[in-house]
């Protein structure tokens, strides 16, 4: 077992600890420990399948059918492009493109580094500034392809000025 496998395995059954082992909680088991770990990891969802006596493509069925689970870590940083109808219209698909492209990640993938998660959402209610990305909470307006390289730069920048001051 190697380190990572380790500590998730040991979380996972503290968080299972004192939870009652019936196969109609497995929907609030996933996720209380989506809320601890801030995704499933295939090593908590085997260790799911052991505490509750299920197969564990049981449980990797459900935590694949409903999109509120997360598979892959969540980065450092949040990117959730809006594909609403008045963010599409303004070009939304465009700045998908671009983030994806920048990242070099799909929607619902974390990039290596683990610095941004990328995903889409539907309308945020700001419609005005179509097309919209929400980058960790803050909405950012009007993100086409070149505002896009502007907030990666800015996050590049802060994170060389953050290292400088770490050495
Ligand atoms: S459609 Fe994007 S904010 Fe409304």
């Not at 420990?33 to 006596?53: C, D, K």
């Not at 598979?71 to 939304?92: D, E, F, N, Q, Y």
Request: a negative charge; proline letters at 6%.
């Amino acid at each position: 077992m190697n380190n990572e496998e380790t500590e998730i395995k040991e979380k996972t059954r503290a968080i299972l600890e004192g939870l009652e082992s019936n196969r109609e909680n497995l929907i609030p088991i996933l996720q209380k420990i989506q809320e601890e770990l801030g995704y499933l990891p295939p090593y908590a969802m085997i260790e799911v399948a052991r505490f509750l006596n299920i197969p564990e493509i049981d449980v990797y069925s459900v935590a694949t059918f409903y999109n509120q689970f997360r598979l892959t870590p969540p980065g450092k940083h949040s990117i959730r492009v809006c594909m609403g109808t008045a963010c599409h219209v303004k070009g939304g698909h465009i700045a998908l493109a671009a983030w994806q492209r920048r990242l070099k990640i799909g929607p619902g993938e974390t990039s290596p580094d683990r610095e941004f998660d990328l995903d889409t959402v539907a309308c945020v209610g700001c419609c005005a500034m179509a097309p919209v990305t929400v980058v960790d909470k803050k909405v950012e307006a009007k993100a086409d392809p070149t505002k896009v390289d502007g907030i990666l730069l800015s996050y590049q920048l802060q994170k060389e000025k953050e290292e400088k001051e770490n050495n």
